[in-house]
């Protein structure tokens, strides 16, 4: 056996063991919790007894000889001759960590590590021999490390059992003869780690074995028929004692189940996957470059072609995104266990529900998620959930419920993280806060319960009156906060006092191809992803001077009677601009960065691209101004702002509490207040109409010339696809219709609405504005295609009701998009 | 074990210097790169190479020497890091040379600071000493 099959194999053990080890725990608990069924100890004892066995084929004598202990210890308490009971379980789940850290050791630096576990050993021992006095040599078995010790070792067990179901096995066991054991065994160490398939192995049994051994859903089975022999043989053996029948049929079912699961997926390494998602990523660039030169050309059948490529590249791209994708049950796994060891550890009641398993996110995000998660989890029960004794005089049942949910909403994954704790009390953390200098008094007077909410993520701040083990101690939550914010999520938190609190993170689906806005400055070009933006302002002309106003020097902008901040680029990337004086004007891009806005400005706002996020290299990874690079369709490289990062190096976010106006009201229409953000405009003459700006999907204006028909319906060719257009006039009542006059003769502005991946654009008059008001919605009108009437802008507005819109205008529109496409 | 190496060679003004080839991914013509404001001044920008977005840094101010002429563009030494591809700028590309290892010396004290830090050695060529570029200390400019 070469280094290199020895490395892989040793490898792949330790993958396998890890997960083991994670079922290990989980089934641990079930166990605790009284969930267990047959399976869960028969389980438990497999997974360690694989390990033993493995390690002990690889020479991990370290490995072996501590899961030798343990299985002792197993075998006592599957036969029922030993009750697990908390301690022991206690001790079993770090005998667990102990087994995961010599993984981890092997896997990172090639060793069993030195830990000394002496001391487990010990306690493992212990609890097999003070419990059960009748069999004390057990514990001082001889550490063979051969699989073929087992089967001998287990008959033994068996016989000496006394519980009467047992004996019955004990004979079938007996009679079963050495030999198949010793072949399966011998295939269950080798089919570990042989991906050929034995030339004469074809049996479907063994090549189940082989892959069930892969694979984790099929594991049960496999290791079950190899391990609990008698119990589980597969239906080929000729008589099950009676005694055990139905306990087979159950497993077959579950047999079949599992192997469905199997055969319907395969293992892949994570690195290919990653290769592949490159790959697809070239292809989205080069789908670009392509698409962007064939509108040059007037060749209908190279345009089909191409249209073609983009469909499939896109298709594609959302086939190679879906196989990165992972359920968030994988991260919260493992909190089962963080969950009782927590509020064990403070005598603590807790439950945990999990909502939204199988909500899928990026990989890559998964692993960004665990360590914030983890940390609020811990202090949701440390600071967040009372003592048993507490509730019980709050009125509230003495455990308490740690919810854990997730779900997909508009493109992003939430995850919310709930309790029915204590509540945090916004006057303590303002108190607090002042206590520690994060803000004044006059702050703290003014500041609402929301914002004080907010002070927790703030760098030092801990309210936990006593420093635990666990959480408390300063570093924390704007930690999480950071963390989350470098996915481009985002973290909200609401309490009640006294009734609980509930943490909300936002994050995109993937990160790996983003929308992003590209900008030109000094001839560079930028990109900055589109979640940070909020709008575009242009100022033309005599506009520049006036609109600009400087607060000691410091540029600003009135942007709806609210100050902006201003940053120019340029000068934040110490960039040269040659044409500093002569602007006829200034394109301002309108950011948010941690709650907060500041207005970019740049030279030109180029468009809206699908960009490939790569990182930049470690002699760049210093610079807090740029979250990555990408390649443009013409081949070159830009960078892509990191907003955050830009916010902080022009200190747009400095301190908490100095928030602006403009920023507050942000604030306030993200906490579900009244207020609306609407978009007015005209149709026909003078009829005001709004629509909510969250329908909108983006603004456009075409020129009418490009309008093309198709059928009766008028259309344009819109970002490789076929848009159609809606005129909202003709189906809204409007004084003049005879009159159509939009705001300029040879454009037309369009509002794009996009459901379900199709899009259709409504023709509207003149764009008017974008207002931020509080709706009192009258339903004067009965017409159809407007939802009711508000006072805007102290002018009578019609609400219009998009989706009723364009049922009238294609009723096919909301129907699900493979049965309306030919 | 053979003691002849074979090492990739390039100049920069009158150095000769080697880098080991297997460490080399590939050598290019003057490619054009982006800049990246704000960062260390060795890095000269990012390159796109087929897909791949490597950085170029700039072996002349890494060793603390002139600029280049204006119009003189540099070549890319393109060298496989486990961190991804890095490309340093050159002035010129050499030929592919084998040497051998009786040939080694290490730098003298009295070479300057940068130099010998990123120099490993030198091998004494018959018409000229060829420096050997400690490539992992090069393109460690964080």
Known sequence: MNEDIQKQLVQDFVEESLEGLERFDQELLALENGASTGETLNNIFRIIHTVKGTSGCLGLTKIESLSHVGENLLVKVRDGELEAHQSMITTLLTFSDALQNMMASLSNHGNEGDTDHTGLKAELERLLSAESATEPAKSVQPQEPTIQEKPQEQDEKVSESKVPEDESISTTAAKAPDNPDDTKAQEQCWGLYDDEPEAEDTSSKAQEQRWGIFDESGESDTSKAIESEPQSQPSENSEPPISTIKKETDSEAKTQENKSVAEGSIRVDVNHLDRLMNLVGELVLSRNQIVQRVSNYEDSALQSACQRLNLIATELQEGVMKTRMQPIGNVWQKFPRVVRDVSLELSKKVRLDMVGKETDLDRTLIEAIKDPLTHIVRNAIDHGIETPAERANNGKSEEGILLLRAYHEGGQVNIEIIDDGKGIDPEKIKLKAVEKALISHEEAGRMNDRDAFALVFQPGFSTAPKVTNLSGRGVGMDVVKTNIEKIGGSVDIQSEFGQGTTIKIKIPLTLAIIPALIVTSASERFAIPQVSLLELVRLDGDDVNKAIEFIDGTPVYRLRGNLLPLVYLNKELKIDHENENDLDCVNIVVLKADGRSFGLIVDEINDTEEIVVKPLAKQLKGLQAFAGATIMGDGHVALILDVLGLAQHAHVITEVGSKSAFDNQEDRSNAGDDKHTMLLFEAGDNHRLALPLSLVDRLEEFDKEIIEHSGESEVVQYRGQILPLIRVQNYVNTFSNENSSTANDDTMQVVVYSENGRSVGLIVGNIKDIVEESLEVKHLTSSRGLSGSAVIQDHVTDLLDVRDIIAQADPDFFIEKNESIV | ?142
């Open chain 2, 1 to 142: 074990m053979n003691d002849e190496r074979q090492f990739c060679t390039f100049y920069l003004k009158n150095l000769f210097f080697g880098v080991e080839v297997l460490n080399v991914q590939e050598v290019l013509r003057y490619q054009d790169m982006t800049r990246v404001p704000l960062a260390p001044d060795v890095v000269k920008g990012l390159i796109n190479l087929r897909g791949q977005i490597v950085t170029a840094i700039d072996l002349r101010k890494r060793l603390h020497m002139d600029p280049r002429e204006n119009e003189e563009l540099p070549m890319n030494v393109v060298l496989k890091t486990d961190e991804g591809a890095v490309s340093l700028l050159v002035d010129e590309i050499g030929d592919v040379i084998e040497v051998n290892d009786n040939n080694f010396e290490e730098p003298p004290e009295t070479v300057n600071n940068v130099t010998r830090e990123l120099v490993k050695g030198v091998y004494k060529l018959e018409e000229q000493l060829l420096l050997i570029l400690d490539t992992e200390k090069a393109v460690n400019v964080a």
